[in-house]
C-alpha cells in the first residue's frame, strides 16, 4: 500500500524456489515441498507475526500442517512420506540461518531483480556460480559471494529496514489488532483471505478511527530514522546471509576467509539488533 510498484507475491516466489530446487537436481519430493513452502503465509504475511507478538516471524510454520489440511491438501498426498512434516530435510530448500537456501535465494534475487536493484544478466552470472556440494548450496568464487554480500547489505537497506516499509508493517498490524478487537475480523479471516479483500472489509466499515488509520497507508507518506526524536520502535527477526564458498581449502562460510564480508555480516547483525525508531513526517 505504501509502494506503488511493489507486486511481487508468494506464489511467483514458491513457484520460483520450486523451479531453483529443480535446476539443481531436487528429487520431485522436494520440488513438491518447495512449491507448498508458504502456503501457510496469511494475508499481509510477516504483519501477523508482529500482531501475534511472533518474535521469530514464525506463525505460518506453526499453522503449515493446519493449513495443509484445511486445503484438502493431505487427502491428495501422504504428508508425512512427501516430508511435509518436517521442511528441514529438505537441505536445498531449507538451511539455518545465515547459511544460503532456495527460500533465501528466491526472495533476494526475485525482489532486487523486480525492484529494479541489479540486472537479469547480474541475476544469470549468479546461478551459473552456484553449485551443490553435500546438499548444500556453494558459490564457486570468492568475488561472486562478495557479490551477494554486497547486495544483500543493500537489500537489507531497500527493502527490510527501508523506513516506509517498517512503517506501514507497524501501523497494519495496529489496524489488524484494533479490528480484532472491534470483533470485525477474525484470526480465520486471515488465513483464508487476501490482503485487498481484507482492506476493502476494512473500509466498508463505518468506523472513524479506523478510516483515519488506513488513510495513513499510502505510497506520499514520509517517514525517516530518527532514534532520537521517533514515534514507535519496531525489532524484527534477525535476517543476514554467510554463503559457503568453494575455496582451495574446501567449502567455508565467505566470512571466514573474507573481511569485507565479515564485518558486512556483523554490520546488519547489529542493524537489526539496534531496531528501527521510525518518525513520522507526513502521513
Known amino acids: 500500500m505504501v509502494q506503488k ?4 507475491n508468494r506464489l511467483e516466489h514458491s513457484v520460483g524456489v520450486m523451479l531453483l530446487v529443480k535446476k539443481f537436481g531436487a528429487k520431485l519430493d522436494e520440488q513438491i515441498a518447495a512449491l507448498l513452502h508458504d502456503i501457510s503465509h496469511t494475508s499481509f504475511s510477516h504483519v501477523v507475526d508482529y500482531l501475534m507478538q511472533d518474535k521469530e516471524e514464525g506463525y505460518h510454520d506453526s499453522i503449515f500442517l493446519e493449513t495443509l489440511e484445511k486445503n484438502g ?10 516430508g511435509l512434516d518436517d521442511l528441514t530435510r529438505y ?3 531449507e538451511q539455518p540461518s545465515p547459511l544460503l537456501c532456495a ?18 544478466c547480474e541475476v544469470d552470472a549468479f546461478l551459473e556460480a552456484l553449485c551443490v556440494v553435500d546438499g548444500r548450496f556453494v558459490i564457486t568464487s570468492e568475488e561472486m559471494a562478495l557479490w551477494y554480500i554486497r547486495n544483500y547489505e543493500r537489500y537489507v537497506s531497500f527493502v527490510l529496514l527501508e523506513p516506509k516499509n517498517v512503517y506501514s508493517a507497524w501501523k497494519m498490524s495496529e489496524i489488524l489488532r484494533y479490528a480484532m478487537q472491534k470483533h470485525y475480523i477474525e484470526l480465520d479471516l486471515l488465513k483464508q483471505s487476501t490482503d485487498n479483500n481484507i482492506i476493502a472489509h476494512l473500509q466498508g466499515i463505518h468506523d472513524i478511527h479506523l478510516q483515519r488509520e488506513l488513510a495513513t497507508l499510502h505510497p506520499d507518506i514520509a517517514v525517516e530514522i530518527n532514534n532520537q526524536t521517533y514515534d514507535f520502535y519496531m525489532t524484527g527477526k534477525t535476517r543476514v546471509v554467510d554463503p559457503l564458498v568453494l575455496t582451495e581449502r574446501g567449502v567455508v562460510p565467505i566470512s571466514t576467509i573474507n573481511k569485507e564480508a565479515q564485518e558486512s555480516i556483523q554490520f546488519l547483525e547489529k542493524q537489526f539488533e539496534i531496531g528501527s525508531f521510525i518518525r513520522q513526517i507526513h502521513v
Do not use: K, Q
Open 5 to 8: 510498484n511493489w507486486t511481487v
Open 91 to 93: 537441505t536445498l530448500l
Open 73 to 82: 491438501i493431505t487427502a491428495m498426498v501422504d504428508v508425512e512420506s512427501l
Open 103 to 120: 527460500d533465501r535465494i528466491d526472495y533476494f534475487l526475485r525482489d532486487m531483480l523486480v525492484y529494479g536493484h541489479i540486472s537479469r
